[in-house]
């Protein structure tokens, strides 16, 4: 191994498309320039290398934060929604280089998000530590913590639970658990797949308690963020066309007790 290797930087990507901003940034910048700090837009567009969960959405995201060399110069490797244990090897050996190599640094990419939170890269950053690989983490969007600051629960004590169940019985047992976690005062963080959303909404509106509070963050970051926090029983009571669309689109679910939390001093 060399004596000093290069680093594997975990890099952020916007999760949604711009949203209506006053200051024109230009419609070639996406929402990349809109969200990332500087300090992470720079990291990107000096990396050689990068491991990407999809490769076809990396490009996308490099070009539109204007990467100074041409893509095709750039060694992009996809690595999947799960990377494979028997590639991880190879694809950290080029930070540690070689007898007439340099070690290279690599970003890794999600397709949006952050790497490693409801998303691949974990696996790849363990065993980069288990190699005396430094990693590094740069500041972005993550879905996960801007639907729990705009929620209005507790944000001292949460739980992720990443996604429930599909079968009906077994998400019906699981939210009733999910419930009794979230009346101790403990905010209950959960996902979906995006087409699955809509199912997941009328499961909790079946079956959870009408007192318990349940936020929709939807978008976010993008042209139709929304962020709403009713009770169950408020969400009931709206029809249907008053109720967000969340059909399709990228959706943080937050469940907590009836009482928003108290301060601490």
């Known amino acids: 191994m060399s004596a000093k290797p290069g680093t594997l930087h975990l890099i952020p ?12 940034v230009g419609a ?7 969200v990332l700090p500087a300090a992470t837009l720079e990291v990107a567009r000096r990396a050689d290398y990068f491991l990407a969960e999809n490769a076809k959405s990396a490009r996308a995201f490099l070009k539109s934060i204007g990467h100074p060399k041409a893509l ?31 070690p290279l640094d690599a970003a890794l990419l999600s397709e949006a998000g952050c790497p490693g939170i409801a998303d691949p890269g974990a696996d790849l950053v363990a065993r ?17 913590v801007l639907a729990l600051m705009a929620s209005g629960m507790n944000g001292q004590q949460f739980r992720f639970l990443g996604y429930l169940p599909q079968e009906r019985q077994a998400l019906r047992e699981r939210l009733l658990a999910v419930q009794s976690d979230a009346r101790r005062g403990e905010t209950q963080i959960f996902i979906e797949t995006p087409y699955r959303n809509a199912r997941l909404f009328e499961a909790i509106l079946a079956v959870c308690d009408p007192g318990l509070r349940l936020c929709l963050a939807i978008d976010l970051t993008g042209a139709q963020s929304l962020v709403q926090t009713r009770t169950v029983g408020q969400w009931r009571a709206l029809p249907l066309s008053q109720r967000p669309d969340v059909d399709k689109r990228a959706t943080v679910f937050l ?3 009836a009482s928003a939390p108290a301060l601490r001093h």
């Open 72 to 102: 095709a110069l750039l060694r992009i490797e996809q690595i999947g929604h799960a990377p494979g244990a028997d590639r991880i090897d190879a694809w950290l050996a080029p930070l540690e280089g070689g007898k007439d190599v340099a």
């Open 13 to 24: 990507v916007p999760i949604a498309q711009a949203r209506p901003d006053p200051v024109d």
């Open 128 to 144: 980069a530590h288990e190699r005396a690989i430094p990693v590094v983490s740069w500041v972005g969007p993550c879905s996960i």
């Open 28 to 34: 070639a910048d996406g929402n990349a320039l809109r």
């Open 255 to 257: 469940l907590h007790g």
